[in-house]
């Protein structure tokens, strides 16, 4: 697979949204494209006595600038857990944000003068595309299999670079569990590799862990971070498994990344009073309860998803078993354009996503991602049935 390079155009509108206008006057409309979590597991109840600790126990502090106790807890807690993915950082390594989005813009604004080639899996989150554009950034793709992106071939185009041959990037952008869009997971010697890598040629890692609590399958593997913490900017979010409305994540970076991205928050990233909340939650919360009851439900989502593409669409697609996160990738025959696929499935009550816009370089991409993370197991094989309806009638 040839790596492909494509200037920005700012007029060009690469922000996915849910396609079409038939669905959002359906009562009965299917919702499978956006990655949310599962509403009825949003721990409402205990966000709500948290809150009101808080404001119990710091009363008008907890709404001041400077807040109370609760970044300081969240802090600690945060450092702790990214042990269990082989992360061992301290304060001056720390920095919190608001979700991983931020993490991401900061790192496009230390990192990157315009003109700078930054180099991505794809497909790859369409935010991150966004924001490194933004940036001024030229986008290398770089190719993926079922094992996530191709370290060989990262290789060889580093060499390549290294030769004159091209730019060097000033970071990789992975997401190595559970990527976004496709769901694979980069293996442990893939990463090991990547981050040694990232020494020899002295380029960045931004390794985006918005999925990495929720896996259903097999065992944790280490973070790339683990391997190179000098060459790796991590990524943290609670997003997916206590809420995005708490707007919360962190950054792991080196000490001086970290410090310029303290002077551009002006040393301000996050709400207090969510920090207060947050840290009182935490403090009193079964955390691994939580993600024993978002996997249980969201492994039983995907067998649905997957049961239902199996019988539906037979031969006509084919997808990756994802061992955990929101997300499953379904590739349809090359002549397929699955933005018009999109668009009558819309008219047919059901939301997806198309492939185009998780890629930067222009073409076409006979891709949907599905999400399995929001709607129950019956609201899957309904939205399944429609968007097969839609395919099927098309090619008639």
């Known amino acids: 697979m040839t790596i492909t390079k494509q200037e920005y155009d700012f007029n060009r509108n690469v922000i996915v949204q849910p396609v079409g206008r038939g669905a959002a006057g359906r009562q009965d409309s299917v919702n499978l494209s956006y990655g949310f979590p599962a509403t009825e597991l949003l721990p409402v109840e205990a966000l709500n006595q948290a809150a009101l600790e808080s404001l119990v126990r710091d009363r008008a502090q907890a709404l001041h600038y400077t807040g109370g106790q609760g970044l300081d807890i969240i802090r600690n807690w945060q450092l702790r857990r990214l042990r269990k993915f082989g992360i061992q950082a301290n304060d001056e390594h720390y920095l919190a944000v608001y979700g991983a989005n931020q993490g991401i813009e900061l790192t496009a ?80 010697a893939r990463r090991e590799r990547l981050a040694k890598l990232a020494r020899i040629y002295n380029f960045y890692i931004l390794e985006d862990d918005a999925y990495g609590e929720l896996r259903f399958e097999g065992e944790d593997l280490p973070a790339i971070a683990s391997y190179a913490p000098d060459r790796t900017i991590y990524l943290g979010t609670f997003s997916k498994t206590l809420g995005p409305g708490l707007r919360f994540g962190c950054v792991i970076a080196p000490r001086e990344v970290a410090d310029r991205m303290r002077c551009l928050t002006l040393n301000s990233a996050t709400s207090p009073f969510t920090q207060e909340i947050l840290g009182h939650l935490l403090q009193n919360y079964d955390y691994d309860a939580q993600i024993t009851r978002l996997t249980a439900c969201y492994e039983a989502r995907r067998d649905a998803l997957a049961e239902a593409l199996g019988s539906t669409f037979g031969d006509e697609v084919r997808f990756q078993l994802p061992e955990g996160g929101f997300f499953l990738w379904l590739a349809f025959q090359e002549e397929t354009d699955t933005l018009r696929l999109a668009e009558l499935a819309a008219e047919r009550g059901v939301q997806t996503v198309p492939g185009r816009g998780f890629f930067a370089a222009d073409g076409s991409y006979p891709f949907i991602r599905l999400c399995f993370s929001y709607c129950g197991e019956r609201e899957i094989e309904e939205g399944v049935r429609r968007l097969a309806a839609a395919y099927f009638d098309s090619r008639r």
């Open 109 to 188: 604004r230390v990192l990157i003068n315009p003109g700078d080639t930054v180099w991505t899996e794809a497909a790859t989150y369409f935010n991150a595309i966004n924001m490194f554009c933004y940036a001024g950034a030229e986008i290398v793709g770089l190719p993926m299999d079922v094992n996530g992106v191709d370290v060989d071939k990262v290789e060889d185009e580093l060499k390549r670079a290294a030769a004159g041959e091209g730019a060097l990037p000033k970071f990789i952008y992975v997401m190595p569990n559970f990527q976004n869009p496709t769901g694979t997971t980069l293996p442990r």
